[in-house]
């Protein structure tokens, strides 16, 4: 249940956006069901060119707000082998706006995986390669850049996580619930994935102002549960500056580590052996960075708190990054 008034304003709120597809459907996932309990997923990984995923809800609201600032020249943010940096690039080109990369590594890094597509796209000329003891001045470094550029400058940080975002990242509930409509069910657990957390704290947010008592699992992949707490209260009031109200802080979540390779960006061969899994029993092929921890957290914590009802994990996508990985892949396929 939720208030049905609210979300035609949020609908209202989240316009104008650009007009990428937004909508992506569920299914049921066979694997984790048991008694009592029905999993689904939710597809956002046939979301955009090359599985640009739920990162491309952000762009809804970022690609119209660059223009509407008659910005020409983009500073991006990000590691080497960022989505954000292989899914922003190509909209910011369509869009007549420059993209200059800052990039976390170095020139002579081995060309794959996502890297290969982001070189293909942007000269080597708009690269600037910073090295991990300088990462943490990234920003000033970008600043300082920005100053001898001739047109007008927008930086973007990490994971795009900034307030123009935030409308677009809103779909994501939105687009829950006209699932829930059309498979007339109610999720009462949620799973999300969190990188730089804008997704799951928009997602947060918004369930939180319509009253939708689903409970959000958030797992953090690349934060501590202090820095998610600290983003979520940044974030908050921008969101109430969208919708015209006080939102009350919410309530209805869990913050989860992953149990297996902790560290973000790292894997494990039992990762691996899940990926393996899922394409070869769900047909999904599950991203090694955020998507295949996501499905191994939420069969343990489905088990763990004996979860009832009906339970949606959402493949946020990034599954071009496995692309990179072809040693591992192939010693799965000898199997
Ligand atoms: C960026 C990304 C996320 C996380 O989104 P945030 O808003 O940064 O938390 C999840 N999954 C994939 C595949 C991503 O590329």
Redesign the pocket.
């Known amino acids: 249940m939720y208030n049905s008034q609210r979300l035609k304003l949020l609908q209202q709120f989240t316009l104008p956006l650009a007009d990428y597809p937004w909508h992506s459907r569920c299914h049921e996932l066979k694997s984790i069901n048991q008694v009592g309990l029905r999993c689904y997923i939710k597809r956002d990984d046939e979301l955009g060119l090359l599985s640009a995923?739920?990162?491309l809800r952000?762009y809804l609201s970022l690609i119209p707000a660059l223009q509407a600032e008659g910005i020409s020249d983009v500073i991006l943010i990000g590691s080497a082998f960022s989505?954000?940096i292989l899914?922003c690039t190509p909209l910011l080109l369509q869009n007549n706006m420059r993209p200059h990369l800052f990039l976390l590594g170095s020139q002579d890094m081995p060309l794959l995986g996502n890297m290969l597509f982001t070189k293909l796209m942007v000269s080597e000329k708009q690269i600037n390669w910073i090295h991990r003891c300088d990462w943490p001045n990234v920003m000033r470094l970008a600043n300082d850049y920005s100053q001898q550029l001739t047109g007008k400058v927008k930086i973007i940080p990490e994971?795009a996580?900034i307030p123009e975002s935030l409308p677009g990242?809103m779909t994501l509930a939105i687009d829950i619930l006209r699932n829930e409509q059309q498979l007339d069910l109610e999720f009462q657990h949620v799973f999300i994935?969190?990188?730089?957390?804008?997704?799951?704290i928009a997602t947060l947010l918004a369930f939180a102002w319509l009253g939708k008592e689903s409970w959000l699992h958030i797992l953090l992949?690349a934060d501590d549960e202090q820095t998610f707490t600290d983003k979520l209260a940044h974030m908050t009031p921008f969101f109430c500056q969208l919708v015209g109200a006080k939102v009350d802080a919410p309530q209805r979540f869990s913050l989860h580590r992953p149990q297996q390779a902790r560290s973000f960006g790292a894997t494990n061969q039992r990762l691996w052996q899940k990926i393996h899994y899922y394409a070869r029993n769900e047909g999904l092929l599950l991203?090694p960075?955020?998507?295949a921890k996501l499905f191994m957290a939420m069969e343990t914590i489905v088990q763990q708190d004996q979860l009832i009802g009906n339970c949606l994990g959402i493949h946020?996508?990034?599954s071009l990054s496995l692309t990179g990985f072809h040693k591992q892949l192939s010693q799965l396929c000898n199997v």
């Not at 994935?193 to 799951?200: C, I, K, N, P, R």
């Open positions: 995923g739920s990162k952000k989505n954000h899914h994971g996580f990242a994935d969190a990188g730089s957390g804008l997704l799951a992949l991203d960075i955020y998507s946020s996508g990034g």
